[in-house]
C-alpha cells in the first residue's frame, strides 16, 4: 500500500467496528491534542519560570529563592494551569461539534486533533495579537526587546490593529465557531449525546445570568454613597489649563470645573502605603505607624479606626477596588467588606515571576468575575490596564446596596509609567529599549534606572521618553475613569454620590536636578503635593488653595455624608470651606521621605557632604518576611530604628518650608522661601537667622507633639536648645 493510499484510508470514514484495538485506543489521544498542548505550553512556561528562579539574578527572583516562596509560585502557576485546559478542551470539543456536521464519521481521533490543535493555535495567535496591540509592555520583553523578526512583528501589530476592532472580530468568529459546533453536536449525536448538549447549554447559560451584575437594593435616602478614585502618582499640576500634562486629562479637567478643586493639598508620606493609611484614618503616620511601605503589622495597629469602619457605622457597605498597587488595602486592616486587589507584597512578587511564564492568561482572564477567580492578574505590573479596575468598580457597586463607600485605584501612572493602547503608539519617534515602559528588563533593573535615573538624567532622549511614558499612562487612566463617571450617572447614581478625584502623591521627572519618582527626599521633591477634587450635592464649582493635609479628608468625608465625628483625629473637617465658608487656620504640615533602593547614591546626590544617614541597602538583608496568613514583606526588625532616623523631614507653614537633613553630626536644618522657589534650591538659613530660629522651633514642636522619637538635634549647636522649646501653637507667618 502506498503512502499517499494510507494516508485516505486513515483520514477516510471508517465504522467503529472496523477499527482495530490499537486505532480504537489511539483515538481519543489524538483527539486530545489540542487538551495536550496547552498543557504543555502551560508546563513549558512554569519551567522556565522555575528555571530563572533557580539560576537568575534579578531581585524578584532572588527574593522568591531567599525568602522560600518556592511553594507559593507553585500553587499560583499550578492554578493557572485551569485557564489552558479549558481552551484545550474546548478547542477539542469545538473541533469534534465541527466534524460532525457532515454525514460519515470519521477515523476517530486524528481529524479531531488536527482540527482542534488548529484552533488552538488560531486562538493563541489572536490573543498575541491582542495583547502585544493592548498591553505592549506585557510581551515587549519577548517581543521587542529581542530586536529582529520578532521586534517587526510587535512593531507591525502595534502601528495596525485596534485591540477594539480585533476583538470584536474574534468574539464574533469564536461564537460563531461555538454555535456550528453545538449545531453538529446535536445533529450527529444520539438521544444521550443531545441531552448532554442541551444540558451544556443550560448549564452555560446559568453560568453567564449568574455572572452578569444584577442591581442593588433600593438606596436609602438620608445618606449619599461616596466614591474616593486614587490616581497613583498623579502630579498637582496635570490639571492645569496649559500644562505639560493638559491634553492627558480631559476627563479630570472637565470634572475639577463641575466641582471643587483643592490645590493646597499635602501628603505627609509621598508613598502608597502611608498615604492611603493618612486618609483612610484622619492621623498623620506618626500617629498610624504606617511610616514606611513595608510595615510591620505589629506597628500598624490604628488602622483599625477607619472610614470603612465609620461609614459601617453608619449602615454603609464598603469595598476597594484596585490593580497592583493596592496593595495596602487587604495588607492593613481597615475593615473593607469587599476587597477586589492584590493580595499583598508577598503576592506581587510570586505574581509577577509567574506571570512572566504565561502572559497570554493576562488577555483570557480579564472580565470581574474571572479576575475573582484568578486574583494573580491583578498582581502584575506590566499586565496593568486601567480599564480592568473601571470594570470591577462599576460590578462592584451594582452588586452592593446603598449607600456605599467605595475605593477605586489606579496605578498605571506609577513607575515605570504603562501607558496601553491607543497612547502606547504614541511614540513621538522614539526606537530605544524603553518604548513601552521606562525601563526594559526585569523589576530590579526598572529601580535602578527609575531612581537613580543614570540614563534618563545623560540622555535628553530618555528623559523626553520618560515624560511620553508618563503622559501617555496618565492618558490612560483619565479616559478610563471618564467610562467609570459616565456609568455612574447611567445607573442613576451621580445625584446621590460624593465623588472625590486624587493622587496618593504626585510624581518627580527629574525636574530642577530633583529625583525620579517620589518620596525619596526633602527638597527638590514636589510629589508631596496632590491634586483633590471633590463633587458632592449641592457644592459649587470653585478653586481653594487651602494649605491642608492628607489627613484632613477623613473627618470631611464623613461630614459630607452626615455622619458624626469620632474623636482623636488629627485632621479637621473642611465641609463648611467647600460649602463656602470661611478657610480654616493654616497649621504646620510635617512631611518625611519613605524608603529608597540605592540609598547611599540619592542620598549623595541630594546632600553631598558625605555625612548623610542612609537607609541600609537590600543586600544588607533590609527587608524580611513576617509570618501570618497571608505573609507580609516588611524591614527587618533590626533595622527598623535606623530607618526611622534616616528619614529626611520637611515643615510647610505659611509660604515658609524647613527641610531636616539627618547626618552623622545631627541633623541640618535649611530654611527655603516655598512660594518665590517651589523646588527648594536656595537656602535662606543664613540670611533670615530669626525666621530660622522659628521655624526650628516649630519643627521640634511638631514632632514632639506627634509623638515622633526619632529625631536627631540640629547640627548647628546655635540651634539646638530650641529643639527642647516647649511647643506652642503658632500663626502662620
Excluded at 211 to 235: G, I, K, Q, T, Y
Excluded at 259 to 265: E, F, I, S, T
Aim: charged share 20%; with cysteine.
Amino acid at each position: 500500500m502506498t503512502a499517499s493510499r494510507s494516508c485516505r484510508v486513515l483520514l477516510d470514514y471508517t465504522p467503529a467496528a472496523r477499527l482495530t484495538p490499537v486505532r480504537r485506543a489511539i483515538g481519543p489521544v489524538l483527539a486530545l491534542s489540542p487538551v495536550i498542548l496547552a498543557l504543555g505550553l502551560w508546563a513549558a512556561g512554569s519551567a522556565a519560570v522555575l528555571h530563572a528562579v533557580l539560576t537568575r539574578g534579578d531581585y524578584v527572583m532572588d527574593e522568591v529563592r531567599r525568602h522560600g516562596l518556592v511553594v507559593v509560585l507553585l500553587q499560583k502557576m499550578a492554578w493557572l494551569a485551569v485557564p489552558y485546559l479549558v481552551l484545550g478542551l474546548a478547542c477539542s470539543l469545538a473541533a469534534l461539534g465541527l466534524l460532525r456536521l457532515r454525514r460519515r464519521q470519521r477515523n476517530p481521533g486524528l481529524a479531531e486533533g488536527v482540527l482542534g490543535t488548529v484552533l488552538l493555535c488560531c486562538a493563541l495567535a489572536a490573543t498575541l495579537v491582542h495583547g502585544i496591540a493592548e498591553r505592549p509592555a506585557l510581551f515587549g520583553g519577548l517581543f521587542y526587546g529581542k530586536g529582529g523578526m520578532r521586534k517587526a512583528l510587535q512593531l507591525a501589530i502595534e502601528h495596525h490593529v485596534s485591540p477594539d476592532t480585533f476583538g470584536a472580530a474574534v468574539e464574533a468568529a469564536s461564537l460563531a465557531i461555538l454555535l456550528l459546533a453545538v449545531g453538529g453536536a446535536l445533529r450527529r449525536s444520539r438521544r444521550p449525546g443531545r441531552w448532554a448538549a442541551g444540558l451544556l447549554l443550560g448549564v452555560g447559560a446559568c453560568f453567564l445570568v449568574l455572572a452578569w451584575p444584577h442591581p442593588a437594593r433600593r438606596p436609602r435616602a438620608d445618606h449619599p454613597n461616596v466614591l474616593l478614585v486614587f490616581v497613583d502618582s498623579l502630579r498637582e499640576d496635570a490639571l492645569d489649563e496649559g500644562s505639560l500634562w493638559e491634553g492627558a486629562t480631559p476627563e479630570m479637567r472637565a470634572l475639577a470645573r463641575s466641582a471643587v478643586r483643592l490645590r493646597g493639598v499635602r501628603t505627609p508620606v509621598a508613598r502608597t502605603f502611608p498615604s492611603v493609611a493618612t486618609l483612610l484614618t484622619g492621623l498623620h503616620p506618626v500617629q498610624h505607624g504606617v511610616r514606611v511601605t513595608y510595615v510591620s503589622t505589629t506597628e500598624c495597629a490604628p488602622v483599625r479606626r477607619s472610614l470603612p469602619r465609620w461609614f459601617a457605622s453608619g449602615g454603609y457597605t464598603s469595598a476597594a477596588v484596585s490593580g497592583y498597587c493596592g496593595a495596602p488595602f487587604p495588607d492593613l486592616d481597615f475593615g473593607f467588606s469587599v476587597r477586589r486587589c492584590a493580595r499583598s507584597e508577598i503576592d506581587l512578587v510570586t505574581s509577577i515571576a509567574a506571570l512572566r511564564g504565561h502572559p497570554w492568561t493576562v488577555v483570557w482572564l480579564r472580565s470581574p468575575w474571572l479576575r475573582r477567580l484568578f486574583p494573580t492578574m491583578r498582581e502584575g505590573v506590566e499586565c496593568s490596564h486601567p480599564d480592568d479596575v473601571t470594570d470591577e468598580a462599576i460590578a462592584t457597586w451594582r452588586a452592593m446596596p446603598e449607600p456605599f463607600f467605595m475605593v477605586a485605584f489606579y496605578d498605571n501612572a506609577h513607575l515605570p509609567y504603562l501607558p496601553v493602547w491607543p497612547d502606547a503608539r504614541d511614540t513621538g519617534g522614539y526606537e530605544g529599549p524603553n518604548r513601552y515602559e521606562i525601563s526594559a528588563g526585569d523589576l530590579l533593573e526598572q529601580v535602578v534606572a527609575g531612581e537613580a535615573s543614570p540614563l534618563q538624567r545623560a540622555n535628553a532622549t530618555e528623559l523626553a521618553n520618560a515624560k511620553r511614558l508618563y503622559a501617555g499612562a496618565v492618558r490612560g487612566v483619565d479616559r478610563s475613569l471618564g467610562r467609570l463617571l459616565r456609568s455612574l450617572a447611567e445607573d442613576g447614581l451621580d445625584r446621590r454620590t460624593v465623588v472625590v478625584v486624587l493622587g496618593d502623591h504626585g510624581e518627580n521627572l527629574l525636574d530642577a536636578g530633583g529625583p525620579l519618582a517620589h518620596g525619596e527626599a526633602a527638597e527638590r521633591d514636589r510629589s508631596y503635593e496632590i491634586p483633590v477634587v471633590v463633587r458632592a450635592p449641592g457644592l459649587l464649582p470653585r478653586v481653594l488653595d487651602d494649605r491642608l493635609g492628607l489627613h484632613d479628608l477623613a473627618p470631611t468625608l464623613l461630614e459630607l455624608a452626615g455622619l458624626s465625628l469620632p474623636a482623636g483625629l488629627e485632621g479637621r473637617s473642611f465641609a463648611g470651606r467647600l460649602r463656602g465658608g470661611p478657610s480654616l487656620p493654616e497649621r504646620p504640615l510635617v512631611m518625611e521621605t519613605d524608603l529608597w533602593w540605592l540609598a547611599r547614591d540619592t542620598v549623595d546626590r541630594m546632600d553631598p557632604s558625605g555625612r548623610g544617614l542612609a537607609y541600609p541597602r537590600l543586600e544588607e538583608r533590609l527587608l524580611a518576611i513576617e509570618p501570618g496568613d497571608p505573609p507580609h514583606i516588611v524591614v527587618a526588625p533590626k533595622w527598623r530604628q535606623a530607618v526611622l532616623r534616616a528619614k529626611q523631614r520637611r515643615l510647610d507653614f505659611g509660604p515658609w518650608t524647613l527641610t531636616y537633613l539627618p547626618r552623622t553630626t545631627g541633623a541640618s536644618l535649611r530654611l527655603y522661601r516655598r512660594d518665590l522657589d517651589p523646588w527648594l534650591t536656595r537656602d535662606l538659613g543664613p540670611s533670615e537667622p530669626a525666621r530660622l530660629a522659628e521655624m526650628t522651633t516649630l519643627l521640634y514642636g511638631e514632632m514632639a507633639r506627634l509623638g515622633d522619637r526619632h529625631v536627631l538635634e540640629p547640627e548647628d549647636e546655635s540651634l539646638r536648645p530650641l529643639a527642647t522649646t516647649p511647643y506652642k501653637p503658632a500663626r502662620a507667618p
